[in-house]
């Protein structure tokens, strides 16, 4: 069967995601290499490629939240209750046992009210502490700077604590990619921008308000 399909993910949005991702991903892997969990790049480079991820990283969330602002996509990230309960039964028992989604998605309500709560949590809480502990451990760590290393513990245990929080993030996020009508249509959907409009004709009225 044919089914209509709609545009979720602007260009932008696709390009954030991913570039997000891959610096994502280094910042993990060097700081993860500066904590000495592993050695992969060397400890100098490391720090390095963290340094460059982390400027990068910082100016990709100062154009996007501009763009947020401007196209109002932000409102995908306020929290919400509605369906909330069952959002809660359907990944604890409805999914494995064939129940339709409670909600649908549609440009405006890209998110369920789940991964609303996740998503701003991290959005607004994690990456903002991995940032300001980020640029006082870069401020109090590194030699040429002028702080004295009186705050570095406490930037550095919450720089790292936030870092855990961002691989558990990564990891129940790879698996809700997987949790769409298929296994791979929400990863499609975030490369084409269009996902398929499934199941979601009886109930699209409801996802029309913003
Ligand atoms: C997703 C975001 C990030 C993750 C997962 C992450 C992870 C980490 C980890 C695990 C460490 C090692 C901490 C330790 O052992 O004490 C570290 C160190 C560091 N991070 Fe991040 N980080 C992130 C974002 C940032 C940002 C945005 C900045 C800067 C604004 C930054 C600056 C630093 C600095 C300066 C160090 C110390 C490097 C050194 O020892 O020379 N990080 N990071």
Same mark, same amino acid.
């Given at each position: 069967m044919k089914y209509p399909k709609q545009l979720l993910y602007t260009k932008f949005e696709r390009f954030w995601h991913w570039s997000q991702m891959l610096l994502v991903l280094l910042l993990t892997l060097t700081g993860f290499e500066i904590h000495s969990s592993f050695s992969f790049f060397g400890f100098e480079r490391a720090v390095r490629l963290h340094s460059a991820a982390a400027w990068s990283f910082m100016g990709l969330a100062v154009v996007s939240i501009f763009w947020m602002l401007v196209t109002h996509q932000?409102? *995908?990230f306020i929290p919400t209750k509605y369906k909330l309960k069952e959002q809660v039964k359907y990944y604890t028992s409805g999914i494995f046992s064939g129940m339709p989604h409670p909600t649908h998605k549609s440009m405006y309500n890209k998110l369920n009210p789940l991964q609303r709560i996740v998503y701003a949590g991290l959005l607004i809480l994690i990456f903002p502490v991995q940032i300001v502990t980020g640029i006082a451990y870069m401020y109090y760590h590194y %030699?040429? *700077? %002028?702080?004295?290393? +009186?705050g570095l513990t406490l930037a550095a245990g919450t720089h790292t604590f936030g870092a855990f929080l961002v691989v558990a993030f990564v990891i129940v996020h790879m698996y809700m990619t997987?949790?769409?009508? $298929?296994? $791979?249509s929400n990863i499609k959907a975030m490369i084409s921008g269009f996902e398929k409009e499934i +199941?979601? /004709? /009886?109930?699209k009225s409801e996802t029309q308000s913003e």
């Open positions: 932000y409102k *995908n %030699p040429q *700077n %002028p702080l004295d290393a +009186g997987t949790t769409g009508y $298929s296994v $791979s +199941g979601q /004709e /009886e109930t």
